[in-house]
Structures are given as structure tokens and as C-alpha cells.
T-cell receptor, first 112, second 117 residues
Framework: GNSVTQMEGPVTLSEEAFLTINCTYT??????LFWYVQYPGEGLQLLLK?????DKGSNKGFEATYRKETTSFHLEKGSVQVSDSAVYFC???????????FGAGTRLAVHP | GAVVSQHPSRVICKSGTSVKIECRSL??????MFWYRQFPKQSLMLMAT?????????EQGVEKDKFLINHASLTLSTLTVTSAHPEDSSFYIC?????????????FGPGTRLTVL
């Protein structure tokens, strides 16, 4: 079946450090891939997405590349800020707007 | 941008009572809404897909008679937890698909924390 695996947290970084959160997936067909972010006390927000192999999604300094050969969609940011502290969810969708399947989430804490 | 609200944000109830949670798309129409459940420090698990004007589609293992879903209009879906028990305590999140937007993007509500005593 379809599934998403992402690295366990929490990830603790100092401000301006480089961030990588790993995400791999298993899916039949050709899924769309997403990163959602959940700030404390708020709902999930779409951070970025990619809909086909080799696409790069980017937003707010974050980026992730859809790698079909490694079935991965790792999230990266070159210089994190305290305001990036949140829980990040990797997700996939295998058809239109049907059924998002989420990874377990990775909590990121950025300290000054 | 697309905004989805949920009401209430928090609710505490006694065991055996029923609780209704509303999910509204504020600035767009949503023929399809989704209901998720999130346990502490865990991921979101899809409970059901709510379609305007028709019956909801429930995921395997979700009791449809316990979690009643009604999607009576293009901007409102409700989830009623019937005869709630402590094990139903959780964070319930809805999302909505903007039919005029990208076909693969869902917009999420802020969630409702249910505590059953």
C-alpha cells in the first residue's frame, strides 16, 4: 500500500543552521508529494509540493525535489530561523484531491 | 487565500454524550471535505471523505455510526461523535478542497481538541 516515512524528531538546530528532513515514500502509480507545516496552535499549512519526477517545490526558503529513483522528497533549508520552529509533515496523494497520506511528522526546534 | 474554520476549537464533554464539530470553508466552495484524527505526537489519520449532498466515505476501521458526517452545503461539513468515550479524546482536523483551485491541494482547519471525561 501507499505510505510515507519521515525521520523522527525532534530536530534541534541553532539559528542559521542548515536543515534537512528526510522523507521517503511507497506508492503505486505516480503520486503528488507535499510538505505541510503545523505551527504551534495552528492548523496545517501547505508549504510546498511537487507533482512529477524531478520537480522542485520551493517556498519561504524551503525546497524539496521529487526523486523518483530514490522515492524521496527531502525537505531542505539553507538557514533556519526561530520562526521555523514547527512540526513538518511529508505527505503524498495518488489521485487528484483524494486521500492525503501523511508521514508521522518531524518536530523542528530552532534556538537563537 | 483559502480559509477553513472549525468550531469549537476545544470541547470537554462527559462520557456518553454527543459532540458536534463544524468545519466551514469561509471564502470558497468545497464539494469535498476530509476529516482527520490526530493523536498526540502522531500523524493525521484520514477518517472519512465528506461529499456535499451524498453519504460520506469512511476509511477502514472507522465506525460510521459513531462518527456521523453531514455535508449539507458547499461550505459546511459537520462531524458528530456519538456516545463519546474517553478513547475518543483526540484532535480532530478537517480539510477542504477548493474546487476552483489546484486539484491536489487541501486547506486545513485549525483543529478541534475533544476531551471526553
Amino acid at each position: 500500500g501507499n505510505s510515507v516515512t519521515q525521520m523522527e524528531g525532534p530536530v534541534t538546530l541553532s539559528e542559521e543552521a542548515f536543515l534537512t528532513i528526510n522523507c521517503t515514500y511507497t506508492a503505486t502509480g505516480y503520486p503528488s508529494l507535499f510538505w505541510y507545516v503545523q505551527y504551534p496552535g495552528e492548523g496545517l499549512q501547505l508549504l510546498l509540493k511537487a507533482t512529477k519526477a524531478d520537480d522542485k517545490g520551493s517556498n519561504k526558503g524551503f525546497e524539496a525535489t521529487y526523486r523518483k529513483e530514490t522515492t524521496s522528497f527531502h525537505l531542505e533549508k539553507g538557514s533556519v530561523q526561530v520562526s521555523d520552529s514547527a512540526v513538518y509533515f511529508c505527505a503524498l496523494s495518488t489521485g487528484g484531491y483524494n486521500k492525503l497520506i501523511f508521514g508521522a511528522g518531524t518536530r523542528l526546534a530552532v534556538h537563537p | 487565500g483559502a480559509v477553513v474554520s472549525q468550531h469549537p476549537s476545544r470541547v470537554i464533554c462527559k462520557s456518553g454524550t454527543s459532540v458536534k464539530i463544524e468545519c466551514r470553508s469561509l471564502d470558497f466552495q468545497a464539494t469535498t471535505m476530509f476529516w482527520y484524527r490526530q493523536f498526540p505526537k502522531q500523524s493525521l489519520m484520514l477518517m472519512a471523505t465528506s461529499n456535499e449532498g451524498s453519504k460520506a466515505t469512511y476509511e477502514q476501521g472507522v465506525e460510521k455510526d459513531k462518527f456521523l458526517i453531514n455535508h449539507a452545503s458547499l461550505t459546511l461539513s459537520t462531524l458528530t461523535v456519538t456516545s463519546a468515550h474517553p478513547e475518543d479524546s483526540s484532535f480532530y482536523i478537517c480539510s477542504a478542497h477548493n474546487e476552483r483551485g489546484s486539484t491536489d491541494t487541501q486547506y486545513f482547519g485549525p483543529g478541534t481538541r475533544l476531551t471526553v471525561l
